[in-house]
């Protein structure tokens, strides 16, 4: 009965955060689905850690006592040619990442790799992202990962008529989803700024 009165605090929340701006679900057990139309993983981004923050502040009342819950959340963005099952499948891998990563934390899956949620602080009264969100401090300097699908390709296709060989390296920090957890966001964007510094 404690746990029925979990799930419909949980559901209470969802549907007051998402109102119309997306579809709250009952997914199975104790897990939920919030479907967003139309809104790119960035923009869902900010949302979940601003839901996930308010489940964890409010309280559940059962039989005279009070206590808290945490919530962690996956998230996926649907790619081309990609069924709605491997979808569904990335947002759970994402969500068993942020559980084994210590809970009450987002994780997302961007089609490759799954990363933890970190959003900035720019935001406006209701939790809503602002309509020109910063990069981390972190990545100033760098293209970003459209900036750099379009670059490749562009390369690519030159290669292919002809031009210029090209040669990619992918550099991946170890242990850095280990570092986020234990060490916090301060140490980890410290880890990123230190090899952004290097690479350049």
């Given amino acids: 009965v404690a746990g029925d009165c979990v799930l419909r605090y949980v559901a209470r929340t969802l549907a007051r955060k998402t109102r119309k701006r997306g579809l709250a679900c009952r997914y199975g057990g104790e897990e939920f689905g919030v479907i967003f139309p139309g809104e ?3 923009q869902c981004m900010e949302w979940a850690e601003t839901t996930r923050a308010a489940i964890s502040q409010g309280e559940v009342e059962f039989q005279g006592q009070v206590f808290r819950v945490t919530a962690s959340a996956g998230l996926a963005q649907i790619r081309m040619t990609e069924s709605y099952e491997t979808l569904v499948t990335r947002a759970d891998d994402a969500l068993y990442q942020a ?8 994780y997302r899956h961007d089609g490759n790799l799954i990363h933890p949620v970190i959003v900035s602080n720019n935001s406006d009264s209701r939790g809503e992202p602002s309509e020109t969100p910063s990069e981390p401090e972190a990545f100033s300097g760098l293209s970003s990962a459209i900036a750099f699908k379009d ?5 690519v296709a030159e290669w292919k008529r002809g031009g210029p060989t090209v040669s990619l390296i992918v550099i991946k920090i170890d242990d850095w989803m280990e570092i986020l ?8 964007e410290l880890v990123l700024r230190a090899t952004v510094q290097f690479l350049h």
């Avoid at 559980?99 to 987002?106: C, E, F």
């Avoid at 957890?181 to 980890?188: H, K, L, M, V, W």
């Fill in 181 to 188: 957890p234990s060490r916090g966001p301060e140490t980890a």
């Fill in 99 to 106: 559980k084994q990563a210590g809970r009450d934390r987002s």
């Fill in 40 to 42: 790119t993983l960035e």
């Fill in 151 to 155: 670059d490749i390709r562009r390369r």
